[in-house]
């Protein structure tokens, strides 16, 4: 692989620390500039077409604070990788102002920076470069629902949930539910979330769908509670939601609105909300948090994130895609990659929750891996939202009992 494609500018008054940092640059085959201070860098950045900017925040002359504001304002670079050697939740918010600015922070980095760190955040803006235009999920059909067929579909309500039920390691207890979107077509009968949620995306009605949905799910979470089921509700959030600057006071103004908790809900979010504008999101995110809600790192496993870049969401839950969980008790290496993957989570202090969980004997390796919650059809496919009563004191009783 070779990243000779991207030009790098390094910026640290410490030699030692700059070459450092252009070596491990260099190594992965760009071309490195290096400035020992903000006034050297902005020289460089002007002549220059830079592809990434590597940014030491402590500098005489000019600090990287104050670097940052300006190459912002004059649109210098792109993307930009903080270091500091200071503690992490000034890096981290120094990352939030240069956010604000409209730059894309990769990473914020305490110094020393490793090579790994480096080839992740190189690899990220080819990634992001590569997914300028989005790749079409493979679908079994071809069909893919029209700006009008959609509109009316919102209008007349023929979009709706199913809900399927989470549930603790500890004792099997009806915790939670995740609320998955239906679409009754009145021609086509009943389609997959899989086909109109890309859509309802490439025509910007993922907004309006998404305020119909939520404001269906919170008035069937009050329907449970007033029949004394207390349930955790979780939505699956697009990433075009996180966009919007307004959307956690907009989101957590709804919820109050419908006398609901925020810390009663759980929003679960890709882990592609690591590319694209990764600060704007973050910030978001992170807005969110404040509120109240639980934030989930939705099918995980599916993508590339490591540790690091995992512990800069401000999320409180891990929920493992069922690719890497279904069939895990005939797949050894996956069986240890889902040990590696529940030991970074704890690390971090993620709840952890399997999604996929199909059979018995994947339930008990998940159990010994120390899982905190499951889902999946060995317990229930996703239900009407009268059904779920019935199951709880049915079915899941029974399971309880195996
Ligand atoms: P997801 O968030 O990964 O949701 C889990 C999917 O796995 C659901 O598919 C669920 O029915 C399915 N599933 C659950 N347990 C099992 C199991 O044991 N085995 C197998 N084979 N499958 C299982 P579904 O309902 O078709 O949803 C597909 C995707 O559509 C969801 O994937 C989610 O990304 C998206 N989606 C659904 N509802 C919404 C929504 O309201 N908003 C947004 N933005 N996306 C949604
Ligand atoms: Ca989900
Ligand atoms: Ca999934």
């Excluded at 792109?78 to 890096?91: E, F, G, N, R, T």
């Excluded at 790994?116 to 999920?137: A, G, H, L, T, W």
């Excluded at 629902?145 to 979009?159: A, L, R």
């Excluded at 939670?176 to 679409?183: F, I, K, M, S, T």
């Amino acid at each position: 692989m070779s990243n000779n494609d991207l030009t790098a500018l390094v910026v640290d008054d410490s030699v030692v620390q700059a070459n450092h940092a252009a070596n491990l640059c260099r190594e992965t085959g760009a071309s490195v500039f290096s400035g020992h201070n903000g006034l050297e860098a902005l020289e460089i950045l002007r002549r220059e077409q830079i592809d990434v900017a590597l940014i030491d925040l402590e500098m005489p002359i000019m600090d990287g604070v104050e670097l940052i504001s300006q190459i912002a304002s004059e649109k210098l670079v792109q993307h930009i990788i903080i270091l500091s050697s200071k503690d992490a939740s000034l890096i981290s918010s120094v990352g939030t102002m240069a956010e604000t600015e409209g730059l894309t922070v990769l990473s914020t980095i305490a110094k020393p920076i490793s090579a790994e760190q480096i080839v992740y955040c190189f690899d990220s803006i080819r990634n992001v470069r590569s997914k300028s235009k989005p790749v079409e999920d493979h679908k079994e059909s071809n069909y893919e629902p029209t700006f009008d067929e959609i509109s009316k579909g919102i209008i007349e309500q023929h979009f709706f949930l199913n809900y399927q039920p989470k549930v603790t390691a500890k004792g099997l207890l009806f915790k939670g539910v995740e609320a998955l979107a239906r679409w009754d077509h009145p021609e086509r009968g009943r389609v997959p979330p899989d086909t109109f949620i890309p859509a309802a995306e490439k025509y910007e009605l993922i907004g309006t769908l998404t305020t119909t949905i939520f404001g269906q799910a919170l008035s069937q979470k009050k329907e449970w509670r007033d029949r004394g089921l207390d349930l955790n509700l979780a939505l699956n959030l697009s990433p075009l939601s996180l966009r919007n600057s307004d959307f956690a006071d907009r989101l957590a103004d709804f919820v109050q609105k419908r006398d609901v908790k925020t810390s009663e809900l759980t929003l679960e979010v890709t882990e592609n909300v690591l590319f694209g504008d990764l600060a704007k999101s973050l910030g978001i995110l992170a807005r969110l948090r404040l509120k109240g809600f639980n934030i989930s790192i939705d099918d995980y496993g599916t993508g590339f994130s490591n540790a690091e870049q995992l512990s800069n969401i401000p999320a409180t839950e891990l929920k493992l895609d069922r690719s890497i969980i279904s069939g895990i008790s005939s797949r050894p290496k996956i069986r240890s990659i889902v040990e590696n993957t529940l030991r970074i989570a704890n690390d971090l202090k993620l709840k952890t929750v399997a999604e996929g969980v199909e059979t018995k004997e994947d339930l008990s390796i998940l159990l010994e891996l120390g899982i905190d919650e499951l889902q999946g059809y060995y317990f229930s496919r996703p239900l009407s939202s009268d059904l779920l009563l019935p199951w709880s004191e049915g079915e899941l009783v029974r399971l309880r009992e195996e």
